[in-house]
């Protein structure tokens, strides 16, 4: 059975927009934070990670989701009409430093070709999609935005088949984006103490 998870968010990080986008950034670090999160690895391919999470069934299995994810990072710099540079190869990194007002990170499924699930030893491949959306707000001050969708493919136990599948799965995905929604919120309460005030929009 496939099941969907979604959580998202908005917050404001008072506090420099290079700091927090560089923070945000690393991906190892933030989802260091969730509660579910076991592992995660760069894998041999360029900006693809290996996520690792670990949760409980209803039946009380531990069992572990395995997604491989690629980042891309998407920068806007916008200068002042006193600098005359057409070619984003000419900028600096101090005037990139300077003039960013957006940052937004980008996670992607990225599929493998060697089988990841093993429903016998409680291993399944999940495939994850994510934006972390930042814009400069003022000096102190950026808007983060945090949107996650997860797809997990599941074994049904027996006792669950007797109902049908289409009530499963709302009850699943309902589920599924209860407890997601509340690890995003315990991981950006948890990322809060690094920096001198959150506030959840």
């Known amino acids: 059975m496939d099941a969907t998870g979604v959580s998202r968010g908005e917050w404001i990080f008072y506090e420099e927009f290079n700091r927090t986008s560089t923070y945000l950034s690393d991906q190892k670090k933030i989802l260091s934070f969730n509660p579910f999160c076991h592992s995660v690895e760069l894998t041999n391919i360029e900006n693809v990670y290996q996520w690792n999470f670990r949760v409980t069934d209803p039946q009380k299995n531990p069992f572990d989701v395995i997604f491989f994810v690629e980042q891309i990072d998407e920068l806007q710099v916008e200068?002042?009409?006193?600098?005359?540079?057409?070619?984003?190869?000419?900028?600096?990194?101090?005037?990139?430093?300077?003039?960013?007002?957006?940052?937004?990170?980008?996670?992607?499924?990225?599929?493998?070709?060697?089988?990841i699930s093993d429903p016998q030893k409680y291993l399944f491949e999940g495939k994850a999609y994510g934006d972390l959306d930042m814009h400069r707000v003022d000096e102190n001050k950026t808007r983060v935005h945090f949107d996650l969708k997860i797809d997990v493919k599941f074994v049904l136990y027996p006792a669950f088949r007797i109902i049908p599948e289409k009530i499963i799965r709302t009850m699943t995905n309902a589920g599924m984006s209860m407890i997601m929604q509340t690890a995003t919120n315990s991981m950006f309460h948890s990322i809060s103490k690094d920096f001198c005030k959150i506030e959840k929009v």
Do not use: G
Not at 105 to 112: A, D, F
């Open 79 to 115: 200068l002042p009409e006193n600098i005359d540079c057409s070619d984003p190869e000419e900028l600096t990194d101090e005037m990139i430093k300077l003039y960013s007002f957006r940052k937004k990170v980008r996670w992607i499924h990225h599929p493998v070709e060697s089988q």
